[in-house]
């Protein structure tokens, strides 16, 4: 005679066991290793079952599947291969390209240049020459440092959008 016991053990076995097998076979795993870890997580729900553990409302298959996935991937991640540095140096290489620029189709001069005259020597002697606004403003004879500042904020501006459009341009064509 059969127990209710028996009789829920096997159709655990029957029903959890092939999709458990599944789970671990698309980690990597092999058929004796889901039944080794099968046998695993059904002691483990068993034993939480006795101490009034389990979540209320899983089903007995998905808590099994679930304790089965995680302890594949313990046991996957603990056996998995472990090659020496010492033998890796020929299989990692850093792409030849990798630290070259990108590809410019013209040089950023080109486009200060093309912003004006006067927009070159304002960018020229606040970035190479590092005169400060109150000097630019002297010397270009602006009435305040803030119409100096605003001048090279519009400058970069041109550039900046000379750039853009320059590179949608390319991308465009």
């Known amino acids: 005679m059969r127990t209710h016991e028996d009789q829920w053990l096997e159709d655990i076995y029957r029903n959890t066991l092939p999709r458990v097998a599944g789970v671990i076979h698309r980690m990597g ?6 039944k080794d870890i099968f046998q695993d997580a059904v002691i483990i729900y068993l034993e939480k079952q006795q101490q009034n553990k389990l979540p209320a409302g899983v089903p007995a298959e998905a808590y099994i599947t679930g304790i089965a996935r995680i302890l594949a991937i313990r046991k996957l991640k603990q056996s998995g291969p472990h090659i020496p540095l010492d033998n890796m140096d020929g299989d990692i290489a850093v792409p030849a390209d990798y630290y070259a620029p990108p590809p410019v189709s013209k040089p950023v001069l ?8 006067r927009c070159l020597q304002l960018l020229h002697a606040f970035y190479y020459d590092h005169l400060s606004i109150q000097e630019i403003a002297a010397d270009f004879n602006f009435k305040t440092q803030h119409s100096a500042s605003v001048q090279k904020y519009k400058c970069l501006e041109k550039v900046r959008e000379q750039i853009k459009q320059s590179d949608y341009a390319e991308t465009v064509s």
Request: hydrophobic residues 45%; glycine residues 14%.
């Open 29 to 34: 795993g092999h058929l004796e290793m889901a």
């Open 110 to 117: 080109e486009y200060v240049k093309a912003a004006g005259k």
